[in-house]
């Protein structure tokens, strides 16, 4: 079997599941080099040029960015977790579709051979 005809062989909602299963790849993809810029901010706001003259200063500076960090990754986390629902749920309903159209096959040929008897 090619692998066009994989692609052709699940039905419309493994389909959709797999369009969906892919874009959120692609979002979590782009969050990752996101996460070395922010990393990037928030040490620059702790140490950076302007660095505070006080630690209550410091902290104070890092905890936009901080909060900024924790909110990308939960987002990355998210669409990682949607990724891996969306393929699963499209490969169990892609395996299904195959596996009835080889049973179907088989019924036929199996009544063909018992009608030649």
Request: aromatic share 6%.
């Amino acid at each position: 079997m090619s692998t066009g005809a994989l692609f052709r062989a699940p039905p419309p909602r493994g389909r959709a599941l797999y369009a969906l299963g892919t874009a959120a790849a692609a979002g979590h993809g782009v969050a990752m080099p996101l996460f070395g810029l922010f990393l990037g901010e928030l040490i620059h706001a702790g140490n950076g040029a302007d660095a505070a003259a006080t630690p209550a200063d410091a902290l104070s500076a890092t905890a936009a960015v901080a909060w900024r960090l924790l909110l990308l990754g939960a987002v990355a986390g998210g669409l990682a977790g949607a990724q891996v629902v969306c393929f699963r749920t499209a490969v169990t309903q892609t395996s299904a579709c195959l596996r009835r159209r080889a049973m179907d096959s088989l019924r036929m040929l199996l009544a063909r051979c018992h009608r030649s008897l």
